[in-house]
């Protein structure tokens, strides 16, 4: 007789701190930015940033795990990259927004301030925005990290 327990369904939090860690693996299209060509030139920060997301959109959407995919990556105004998040195969009422960001946003922040990668934004003041949708397009909720918490 077979006495396999079934298996517990993860919570969605659990799932999302998996996600996180993700993202730091697939810190890639950082480290593709980071070693773009331009960042020795004189252009602008914004204008490097612009263009090095332009070279590696065409990658994205980019399943992180269960319920994490990483549509994109934009530069805006101010020296800032915008990383686009959807939240799938979850309901909008079961995500704990408050919760979910208070989980993620210290592993952003140490990574901001701490990972070598980070050098460069961190020099030329580059903010990092991580943005949380759900998969209607609603946004859920956006955690910013930038010169501001050094």
């Known amino acids: 007789m077979d006495s396999e327990r079934p298996k517990k369904k993860r919570p969605l939090w659990v799932s999302l701190l998996i996600g996180l860690a993700a993202y730091f693996v697939a810190s890639w299209g950082v480290r593709e930015i980071m070693h773009w060509p331009m960042w020795g030139r004189t252009q602008s920060t914004e204008s490097i940033l612009r263009e090095a997301c332009q070279s590696i959109n065409y990658n994205f959407p980019i399943r992180v795990d269960e319920h994490t995919r990483w549509d994109s990556l934009?530069?805006?105004?101010?020296?800032?990259?915008?990383?686009?998040?959807?939240?799938?195969?979850?309901?909008?009422?079961?995500?704990?927004?408050?919760?979910?960001?208070?989980?993620?946003?210290?592993?952003?922040?140490?990574?901001?301030?701490?990972?070598?990668?980070?050098?460069?934004?961190?020099?030329?003041?580059?903010?990092?925005?991580?943005?949380?949708?759900?998969?209607?397009?609603?946004?859920?909720?956006?955690?910013?990290?930038?010169?501001?918490?050094?």
Not at 109 to 136: A, G, I, M
């Open 74 to 150: 934009r530069a805006e105004a101010g020296n800032t990259l915008v990383y686009k998040y959807t939240i799938v195969g979850v309901k909008p009422e079961v995500i704990d927004i408050p919760g979910l960001k208070a989980a993620i946003e210290p592993g952003i922040l140490k990574n901001y301030c701490e990972d070598p990668r980070l050098k460069d934004f961190r020099k030329r003041s580059v903010t990092l925005k991580h943005q949380y949708f759900d998969e209607s397009g609603k946004f859920l909720f956006e955690v910013e990290i930038g010169p501001k918490n050094l």
